[in-house]
């Protein structure tokens, strides 16, 4: 449902990503791995349009977010770019949950603002939200109020109260500590079981393997491998073995 | 020393009164149409002065130069005398007084808050936008509350300085409390207007930073 092709992006003259396709099929998680720097971020957030790419094209079902042709990078008209946006959903490494509203209001405020969902209706799917994650009494407490694990719980019910079709991850545990990390990972086993298609980058090998249906190793821009779980972990090619032996 | 007003209450209340019936209210008013003016003047200078097109950004960083780098007495002054000159209307010089006010506290706010603006970290505006907010809602409802909070104690700065600066509005002859007290003093050849002036400076201030105070706790709910 999700294809991107070519993906080229550069900060200045460095090259971040060198002409990166990847595809997500309905009800797939696919878990992107490889070392710091590789560009796991930076596909991420032109999959999630935080940054313009420079070359290649994206495609969301039949929509098409950009385009290159001849060179020159074409990106949709607002209202398309909106649409496809609306349809995805994003969870980062830092949680950036709004800090001046309460929990509930995290979740129903885009539904409501942004989706025209009535208030009431955008509430009870929230507390719906919230009791799956497991924080239904915490409503209406404030972000400050929550450990790391209970505010990333937060940020993915959250993304999920806009009911997207896609759900992207950025390292949503790297800033954990082990415990608080399970309870995260456990939500994200269930929205896996549920066929929730998840793009998810993780440093979490554990995850990626047992969880994901098909693995991405990256390094330096480009995709070295990639393949189900099983494959990428058993792989012959010496960089993923290295990177995935550890 | 010989008191006049402070050994004879009668006289005292007197001064009072005369101080509430002429100064006290002009004083209020320079103040509260300053405040209300330049506070949302201040954040369009600030949005200004943060747009990405220098043909925005120069002359607003100009302004901002100017306005904080002049005394404010001679903007006052200079948009008294000079603004009638060119303008097609008469300006009432209270009006005047206002206009220069206003057009000076809201350099000052612009940059309290452009600084208050660029303290909310980027990821609260990117976890805005993959949330589908418009850029304009990202800014409304997203940063601009989390600048509030930021912005209340320079803010509050401010608001005690406009408090002492609308004493500059007797430069052009506006009978606000300062005036009234020079007036006094030169009638009755006797300081205590101006003793009396300071101590309604003092209430003043002190009803105007316990208010912002209150606003301060009001915002601490997280
Ligand atoms: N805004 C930016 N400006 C300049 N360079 C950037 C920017 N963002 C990322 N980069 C560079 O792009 C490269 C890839 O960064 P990216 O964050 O995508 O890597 P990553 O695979 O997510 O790494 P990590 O595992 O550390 O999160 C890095 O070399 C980084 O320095
Ligand atoms: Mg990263």
Not at chain 1, 45 to 53: D, G, I, S, W
Request: aromatic share 8%.
């Amino acid at each position: 449902m999700l294809r991107a092709e070519g993906i080229q992006k550069n900060f200045g003259a460095e090259g971040v990503l060198k002409g990166i396709s990847l595809q997500v099929n309905k009800g797939e998680v696919v878990a992107l791995i490889g070392p710091s720097g590789s560009g796991k971020s930076t596909l991420l957030r032109c999959l999630n349009q935080l940054e313009r790419v420079n070359g290649g094209a994206i495609y969301l079902d039949d929509l098409c977010m950009c385009s290159t042709e001849n060179g020159r990078v074409q990106y949709a008209p607002e209202a398309t770019l909106r649409q496809i946006a609306l349809r995805m959903g994003m969870v980062f490494q830092s949680f950036n949950l709004f800090p001046h509203m309460s929990v509930l209001k995290n979740l129903i405020d885009a539904p409501v603002h942004v989706q025209r969902v009535p208030k009431g209706k955008a509430i009870e799917r929230a507390r719906a939200l919230l009791d799956k994650v497991g924080l239904a009494d915490k409503a209406d407490q404030y972000p400050h109020q929550l450990s790391g694990g209970q505010a990333q719980r937060v940020a993915i019910a959250r993304a999920l109260c806009l009911q997207p079709e896609i759900l992207c991850f950025d390292e949503p545990t790297s800033a954990l500590d082990p415990e608080l990390t399970q309870e995260v990972l456990a939500v994200m086993r269930g929205l896996a079981a549920e066929r929730m298609t998840m793009v998810v980058v993780t440093h979490e090998m554990g995850f990626a393997r047992d969880v994901s249906h098909r693995v991405v190793f990256m390094e330096d821009g480009d995709v070295v491998e990639e393949g189900p779980p099983s494959a990428v972990f058993a792989s012959q090619n010496p960089r993923t073995r290295q990177f995935v032996g550890k | 020393m010989d008191f006049k007003y402070f050994n004879d209450p009668e006289r005292l209340l007197k001064l009072v009164s005369l101080f509430l019936e002429d100064g006290v209210g002009a004083t209020c008013s320079i103040f509260a149409l300053t405040l209300m003016l330049s506070l949302p003047l201040g954040l369009v200078v600030a949005l200004g002065r943060m747009s990405k097109m220098p043909l925005s950004r120069w002359p607003v960083s100009f302004y901002i130069y100017f306005m904080r780098s002049t005394p404010l007495m001679l903007q006052v002054m200079c948009i008294y005398f000079l603004l009638p000159q060119i303008l097609p209307f008469k300006m009432d010089r209270y009006w005047a007084v206002i206009f220069a006010f206003a057009i000076n506290y809201a350099a000052y706010f612009a940059e309290i808050f452009r600084g208050g603006i660029q303290a909310v970290p980027i990821g609260q505006r990117e976890a805005g936008r993959v949330l589908g907010y418009t850029r304009a809602q990202v800014f409304m409802r997203i940063v601009l509350p989390q600048t509030v909070k930021h912005v209340m104690p320079a803010v509050t700065n401010e608001v005690v300085t406009l408090v002492k600066d609308t004493a500059l509005a007797s430069t052009v002859a506006i009978t606000e409390i300062m005036l009234t007290a020079r007036r006094q003093v030169n009638a009755n050849y006797t300081v205590e207007p101006y003793l009396m002036a300071m101590i309604i400076y003092l209430v003043l201030n002190g009803v105007a930073s316990q208010l912002c105070k209150l606003a301060e706790r009001k915002l601490n709910y997280y």
